[in-house]
Each structure stands twice: as C-alpha cells, then as structure tokens.
C-alpha cells in the first residue's frame, strides 16, 4: 500500500504543482496580515482537498449528470486566469477586493475561487483522481488516494505561506515589479489551459467536417 500512496502522491503533487499557485496566491493575498494569508491558504487546501476528494468519490456521476467534460473546465479555467493575469499584469489585485469588504470575508472568497478551485483542484488534478479511482475501485486504492490527496494539499498549503514570505523580503517596489511578472505568467498558464481544452472540440469538429 505504501507504494500505492506514494505513487498517487508524486503524481498528484506533480500535477497540482503548487508553485504555479503562487503567483495568484500573492497577488491575492497583497494587502492582508501574514497571518490572514496564512488562513487563505489554509482554506484554499483545505477546500481544493475536499473538491478532489468528491471529484474522486463521484466526479463520473457529476460529469455525466450535468453533460459536462473535464476540456470544458480546462477552457472556463483558462479564461479566468487570462482575466486574472491580465489584472495582474496592470498592477491590480484580483478578485476585485468590495469596499468596506473585511479582510476575513475577502480571504474566504479567493481562498475558495479561484485559489482552491480551479488553481489547486484544477481540471488536470480532477481529472487524475478520477481515472486513478475508475482503475481500481478497491477500499485500499481509495484510502491510499484520499491520503494522497490530503497530504499533497498541507504541502501546498506549507509552500504558498513561503510565497507569501518572499514577497515580503522584496519590499514594495520589488513586489510590484514580481506581480507584474507573475502577472505573464498567469497569462501563459491560461493560455496552455484554453488551448488544452478546446484541442479536443476542434478535432472533433474537423472529424465531422471531413465525414460529411
């Protein structure tokens, strides 16, 4: 079993990849405490491993319930980081921060969207557990999994809290320069999204043009 778990876990960490989460987890996070940045990415884990672990559960049910795929949140995804890098790369935090809105209400919503989904349990991570759960439905492959995904989760949770450190060791026109860059880079990520889950209904497309 210990391979098993180690297996999931190299390959969900992988996938995750919680370094690409902080860009938007500093840009998120620019005007709150370092404790309620803490909290933010707390929540964040907290709520990508509950996500993942339904996904897991009954993610076929859902997909199938409501005729959806996995390219169609890879596309609504990239259009939602394209919008958020492009803010970032003016100098502005996104989401959109309310007036009068407190540090506690703000941090519960970004930790939730976009942070916790579809950052962290985007459609790559949704898509692995649910192929991971159809290739052995078996108690110990599910236990294994559900760990997997726990553990993963508290890392990224331990890896955006540093993220949030270095900003602060850059001052403030260093953190400006660094979101504007980061800004690009949540650019680039949307682009690989969109492009990943629209492949598909293109090809699709050029099939059934060259069959009519």
Do not use: H
């Amino acid at each position: 079993m210990l391979d098993l778990f180690l297996f999931q876990f190299t390959s969900l960490f992988t996938m995750i990849n919680p370094i690409a989460a902080i860009p938007i987890y500093i840009a998120l996070t620019d005007t709150l405490t370092p404790k309620a940045a803490r909290w933010v990415a707390m929540r964040a884990a907290v709520t990508a491993a509950i996500a993942l672990c339904v996904f897991a559960l009954i993610g076929n049910a859902i997909f199938s319930f409501f005729s959806i795929s996995v390219n169609g949140l890879r596309v609504a995804g990239g259009v939602l980081f394209f919008i958020m890098g492009f803010e970032m790369l003016r100098g502005r935090t996104v989401p959109k921060r309310v007036d009068g809105e407190s540090d506690s209400d703000f941090g519960s919503d970004a930790a939730v969207t976009p942070l916790g989904i579809p950052m962290i349990a985007g459609p790559g991570a949704i898509t692995m557990v649910i192929l991971i759960m159809q290739e052995s439905p078996q108690t110990t492959n599910t236990i294994s999994l559900m760990a997997a995904i726990i553990v993963v989760c508290a890392l990224t949770a331990v890896i955006l809290s540093f993220g949030k450190q270095m900003l602060a060791k850059l001052g403030r026109s260093g953190s400006k320069i660094l979101m504007r860059l980061m800004g690009l880079i949540v650019m680039l990520i949307a682009v690989e999204f969109f492009f990943a889950g629209i492949k598909p209904y293109l090809v699709d497309i050029l099939r059934a043009a060259n069959a009519a």
